[in-house]
């Protein structure tokens, strides 16, 4: 496909041609082999103008994701397979509102964590937040064997011994294209890393074999099931919780899955399904609750940060319909039309990427670079506390506001998000 042609003409149908001469010259590693890397940008594009963002708003950090790491994570790039992405914390305050829900009616204290991923670690610190809740967590991507090879980076493997899906020890953009640069080679090390280990076990230190891996994190509250959607025998459940899983399928898909889960809620109980990044940013969901047998919609909930957002979880989805992105973008659009508030937002956020080097305004107005000499985890540590900031300043109520004065019901929620009654 032809790069700078696609890439212009993108500029010019969402941007009106303002998209900076930087963000488009690394937006040309976009790899010419993979339509759907495409297809994803302009999809993303178009939520991005949906959302009333201009192009002075997008980062020289998004045109490296969407140029780089976005082959890297779609499922075009681990043959149709959606990898199993999982980043310790990515759900912490969905942890803290489960646990003081003014929604949650029933008296039982159980849980499905579906879709996990693996390492399942969110489920984990779930099962470790919720005492003596009974959590299950359900993933259909739970290896047969987990490989480390000498750095920490890992790959999945399924009872067949084929590769299922690897990640490096600290998922940088640059550790992610040290694996990935070549694809067989990287499978072909940790494959026959597999089959040294299967005949002199090493299972201690770095590199190491665990075989099922799952057993090792189960306790007597938690357990785990081989499974996705529609696809587990389970009892039914005081809480079902599904992150970013949806964003992979089609709204059909995404109604026969509520479908499902409205049949294993208990009645009073409650189904929460969206989307977050590290460290709970970027986080948005609706809630649903079971009345006289159906799941109702309740509130749609989303943090500040999906103003104005660091990664691309705002915008990550497969399909262009995708009915929750419909609304979150719907009501970001709301917030970025009232002038006042947007420059007084604009003011203070500015002032908070240029003290923490994050994207900052360079001299024509267009959001910059992060400090590349941060680690992931400073990276989102940081990018975590600017969102707290921005809560302990009084943004989400100046949003509540926004959003009153339009005709909406909202309110902050109890971990400090914006709700909208439904």
């Not at 940081?382 to 509540?400: P, S, T, Y």
């Given at each position: ?167 490096p020890a600290i998922p940088s953009i640059d550790n ?189 107005g267009y959001y910059g670079d992060i400090d590349h ?50």
């Open positions: 496909m032809d790069r700078i042609n696609f890439l212009k003409d993108l500029n010019r149908k969402y941007f009106n041609g303002e998209l900076s001469t930087n963000f488009l010259t690394r937006l040309q590693q976009l790899p010419v082999d993979r339509p759907d890397v495409f297809s994803f940008v302009e999809r993303m594009f178009n939520f991005v103008r949906l959302s009333g963002i201009p192009a002075k708003d997008l980062s020289l950090f998004h045109a490296d994701v969407m140029g780089t790491l976005l082959a890297r994570i779609l499922p075009g790039g681990w043959g149709g397979k959606i990898p199993p992405i999982t980043v310790q914390g990515r759900h912490a305050i969905i942890d803290t509102y489960i646990g003081n829900n003014p929604y949650l009616k029933s008296n039982g204290k159980t849980m499905l964590d579906i879709g996990c991923g693996f390492p399942p670690f969110t489920t984990i610190e779930v099962s470790n937040y919720l005492k003596n809740w009974k959590v299950v967590g359900a993933d259909p991507s739970l290896p047969a064997y987990l490989v480390y090879d000498e750095d920490g980076n890992y790959a999945t493997f399924d009872d067949t011994k084929s590769i299922v899906y690897f990640q992610w294209n040290s694996l990935l640069s070549d694809v067989s080679a990287t499978k072909k090390r940790f494959e026959q890393l597999l089959n040294e280990f299967l005949i002199n076990p090493k299972t201690e230190g770095f590199p190491r074999l665990e075989i099922d891996p799952i057993k090792s994190y189960e306790t007597e509250f938690l357990s785990f099931k081989n499974g996705g959607i529609g696809e587990i025998e389970i009892e039914e459940k005081d809480v079902i919780r599904c992150f970013n899983v949806m964003y992979y399928f089609d709204n059909n898909f995404q109604d026969k899955a509520l479908n499902w889960f409205s049949q294993k809620t208990v009645e009073g109980g409650i189904v929460m399904v969206g989307g977050d990044w590290a460290h709970s940013t970027e986080c948005y969901y609706h809630l649903f609750q079971k009345e006289s047998g159906e799941l109702r919609k309740k509130e749609f909930s989303f943090s500040i940060d999906c103003i104005s957002p660091f990664a691309i979880v705002t915008w990550y989805t497969n399909f262009g319909d995708d009915w929750q992105k419909l609304d979150l973008v719907k009501y970001i659009k709301i917030i970025r039309s009232n002038e006042e508030f947007m420059d007084e937002f604009n003011a203070f956020h500015d002032s908070q990427r240029a003290r923490n080097k994050l994207c900052p305004r360079d001299s024509q000499t941060l680690s992931p985890i400073e990276l989102w540590s940081k990018i975590r506390a600017m969102h707290d900031e921005l809560i302990e300043a009084g943004f989400v109520q100046k949003v509540v506001k926004v959003l009153q004065l339009s005709g909406i019901k909202a309110r902050v929620n109890e971990v400090n998000h914006i709700a909208i009654e439904l």
